[in-house]
Every structure is written in C-alpha cells, then in structure tokens.
C-alpha cells in the first residue's frame, strides 16, 4: 500500500470530504464540493490527483509495512506516528494531492500486464474493492485516462541490502509486492 515519488510537478493540500472511503496513498481522488474523496462510483470526469497520504483507521499504508525485514524475531516496517492510528491527515485535515504530471510508482493497481508498456490507465469508479486504483485503459486515450504505464508491475528495490531484486530485498506492499510506474497525466 504505498506510493513511490520518483518526480513530482505539483502538490496541493485539499480538506478532505466527511463522505470520503478510507484513502491509501497512492490511490486517486477526486474533488467535490465539500473537499477531496476516494473516487468512486461516478467520479470517473471528476479526478484530481493521486494521493500522498493514508487516511485510514485500521492500518498504515506506508511502502514497505510488516515486510521490511526481520530482526530478533519482530518484523520491521515502516509506520507512521502511533498517535495518529494510521491516520497521516488527522491534524490538518487535508491530504496531499500530487497533479500536474509526475512519475510515480504504485502497488495500488489492478488488471494490468507487463505487456502493456506505453498503455494509457485509467481509475476504477464502479463501487468495487478497487475503486481508487489504477487499471488499463487501452491504447488510445480516453475522456478518463489519468495516467501512462512506463514501468511494468515488478518488485521495487527497498534499498535494503539483500538479494531479491538488484541486490536489494523487495519492497512490501499490495498486489503481491509488485509496484508499477506510471506517468501522470491530469
């Protein structure tokens, strides 16, 4: 459950919706009158950005969480502060919201294949247990598309010496510790 910035555009800090579903970062938002929400059914001509932080109340959704590595017999990952119970947004109010372009990576996707380089992604708004995450698109551009496929979904190196991928361990996270890379478009 994690986003990766790998370069940034743009940043903006949005009140977040009451009405809003638990937002993990790295999935998508959407703006409405009453602040930024996790998009959702009907969302799909109303996105903004990829979100930057986690509101949640149950878990952290930093990179990396329970599967960092292993020392005296406790797992290591990393979390954010105890006092705010997984919730990064709960002093302010507001959620980072990256936009304007970028390139990031992602473990917060779903239906996309290595074959699919240059392929343009979309977000899933149907009411789903996806909803907020990318998934494919098609070739063409659409009225919905928010994002270009330019990494396939692989393991992401943790900059933890060891021997997974390039000589590091694999980061942790959804989807199976696989991450994608993505350019953003909105």
């Known amino acids: 459950m994690a986003l990766i910035e790998n370069y ?17 970062e790295g999935m998508f938002v959407a703006l409405i009158a009453a602040g930024v929400r996790r998009a959702t059914t009907g969302d799909d001509a109303k996105i903004l ?36 119970y997984f919730d990064e947004t709960k002093s302010s109010g507001k959620l980072t919201v990256y936009h304007s372009g970028g ?18 992604l979309k977000v899933v708004c149907d009411g789903s ?20 496929l330019v990494g396939a979904p692989g393991a992401y190196p943790s900059g933890v010496p060891g021997t997974d991928i390039n000589g590091d361990m694999a980061l942790g996270g959804d989807n199976n510790n696989q991450y994608l890379v993505f350019k953003l478009l909105v």
């Open 49 to 84: 950005g990829v979100a930057g932080d986690t509101k949640s109340t149950s878990a952290s959704a930093m990179p990396g969480v329970g599967t960092a590595y292993t020392t005296g017999g406790a797992t290591i990952g990393m979390q954010n502060r105890a006092s705010d």
């Open 129 to 148: 247990a996806n909803t907020g995450k990318l998934t494919y698109d098609g070739a063409t551009k659409g009225n919905n598309t928010v994002a270009m």
């Open 8 to 24: 940034i555009v743009a940043a903006t800090n949005y009140a977040i919706a009451s009405t809003s579903l638990e937002i993990k």
């Open 103 to 120: 390139e990031f990576a992602t473990d917060q996707w779903t239906a996309v294949t290595a074959g699919q380089i240059g392929a343009y």
